[in-house]
């Protein structure tokens, strides 16, 4: 079965610099989707940013980027210019890519991101 | 454009009473999931549906039973509710493309139950 590990429970960040989130994962497959899910108080769950396994290619939106190493089996996501409404719940998610409708999100534990003024 | 609605938002119930929760997918999404996430805890799956049918199940208890309608919206029904079961309840839509292609899922806003 598929894992994901977010090791930082908690990361602190000051307002308009740069801080990145790790993500870890264990997997037999060879092709599956990543994500960046935020969780703001709101606690409405907001698609980031994905990343498909067979690209090579580093996903980035706007100010999110990730760094995705599959042999290592990493997918860090870089927040850069950090603002105050980047302050939320961030969950790393696996996919598989396999099973169509089957392919339910797996999630870490989650890394609360605070940010300073 | 429109978004997965949930109904309830909000839900207080005793200890052993029953429970339903419902969701509305995005139109023409064939695909519902469901997710349980506990206080400070992540996301679990539950089940899902596709074209009306169930299509997967995970971590969900006996006592918890679902369905997909033929207007695609799904219901999740909780009975002899335990204090456990005090959580945010997400439903997702999607669009199932193919076997092995992406489809994204769409969150819906959550329906918080609490169990006293």
């Known amino acids: 079965a598929q894992t994901v590990t977010q090791s930082q429970p908690e990361m602190s960040v000051q307002e308009a610099e740069t801080v990145t989130l790790s993500c870890t994962y264990d997997?037999?497959?060879?092709?599956?989707?990543l994500f960046w899910y935020k969780q703001p108080p709101s606690r409405q769950m907001i698609l980031v940013i994905r990343?498909?396994?067979?690209?090579?290619q580093n996903a980035t939106e706007n100010r999110f980027s990730v760094n995705f190493q599959k042999a290592a089996k990493s997918f860090s996501l870089k927040i850069s210019d950090s603002q105050l409404g980047d302050a939320a719940m961030y969950f790393c998610?696996?996919?598989?890519?396999?099973?169509?409708?089957?392919?339910?999100?797996?999630f870490g534990k989650g890394t609360k991101l605070s940010v300073k003024p | 454009a429109a978004g997965v609605i949930q109904s309830p938002r909000h839900l207080i119930k005793e200890k052993r009473e029953t429970a339903t929760l419902k969701c509305y997918p995005i139109?023409?999404?064939?695909?519902v999931y469901w997710y349980q996430q506990g206080p400070g805890q992540d996301p679990q799956f539950l089940i899902s549906?596709?074209?009306?049918?169930?299509?997967d199940k995970g971590s969900i208890p006996d006592r918890f039973s679902a369905q997909q309608f033929s207007d695609y919206h799904s219901e999740l029904n909780m009975s002899s509710l335990e204090l456990g079961d005090s959580a945010l309840y997400f439903c997702?839509?999607?669009?199932?493309?193919?076997?092995?292609?992406?489809?994204?899922?769409?969150f819906g806003p959550g329906t918080r139950l609490t169990v006293l």
């Open positions: 997702a839509s999607s669009l199932v493309l193919g076997e092995s292609s992406y489809n994204e899922q769409f």
């Open positions: 997997t037999s497959e060879s092709d599956y989707y």
């Open positions: 990343q498909e396994a067979y690209k090579q």
């Open positions: 998610a696996y996919r598989s890519v396999y099973g169509g409708s089957q392919g339910n999100l797996i």
């Open positions: 139109p023409r999404h064939d695909t």
């Open positions: 549906f596709y074209e009306k049918m169930q299509s």
